[in-house]
T-cell receptor, first 113, second 114 residues
């Protein structure tokens, strides 16, 4: 069965600093990978996705993620965070023909001035 | 183009009552998914439906929960005889059309069971 691990429950970063959120997945074939962001009391917004092709994926709000098959990872990065980036971030995977998303437990990002 | 709509946004029920959660997918989307988010946890898949068909209900509790997506109208997630453990945020997502495999999420319904 596919699974997603986000090892960091909570990360605190200074505004303007760089950010990397970790995501590891377990799946036999090439998965479809996603990063979603959830602000408090809100729904999920898609930041970026990887289906195939270039392993470095650009998303909205200045985020990017890199698919590394050898490490089964899909880490999310941003070179300089803004206070508005404070939110919960979820990594998710879906297998072709399966349709259902499997989510990690999320990483809560706090931004300090 | 309106996004995925869910109503109500907040729902309060007493133990033993029924809860009905509605989801209208994005225009052109024929696939609907329901997920549940318990406090301090990630989202868990519940059920996947297409029009008039349940495709995958492997995440649905065996009792009290049911879902439908009729030919006309929104998808409904129904919880009978609610218990306090049903308190959670319930999210609907839809996919289809030109963005196959990408799921677009609604704002969620936050169910509180007293």
């Amino acid at each position: 069965a596919q699974s997603v691990t986000q090892p960091d429950i909570h990360i605190t970063v200074s505004e303007g600093a760089s950010l990397e959120l970790r995501c590891n997945y377990s799946y036999g074939a090439t998965p479809y990978l996603f990063w979603y962001v959830q602000s408090p009391g809100q729904g999920l917004q898609l930041l970026l996705k990887y289906f195939s092709g270039d392993t470095l994926v650009q998303g909205i709000k200045g985020f990017e993620a890199e698919f590394k098959r050898s490490q089964s990872s899909f880490n999310l990065r941003k070179p300089s965070v803004h206070w508005s980036d404070a939110a919960e971030y979820f990594c998710a995977v879906v297998s072709s023909g399966n349709e259902k998303l499997t989510f990690g437990t999320g990483t809560r990002l706090t931004i300090i001035p | 183009n309106a996004g995925v709509m869910q109503n109500p946004r907040h729902l309060v029920r007493r133990r033993g009552q029924e809860a009905r959660l509605r989801c209208s997918p994005m225009k052109g989307h024929s696939h609907v998914y329901w997920y549940r988010q318990l406090p301090e946890e990630g989202l868990k898949f519940m059920v996947y439906l297409q029009k008039e068909n349940i495709i995958d209900e492997s995440g649905m509790p065996k009792e009290r929960f049911s879902a439908e997506f009729p030919k006309e109208g929104p998808s409904i997630l129904r919880i009978q005889q609610v218990v306090r453990g049903d308190s959670a945020a319930y999210f609907c997502a839809s996919s289809g059309g030109s963005s196959y495999n990408e799921q677009f999420f609604g704002p969620g319904t936050r169910l509180t069971v007293l």
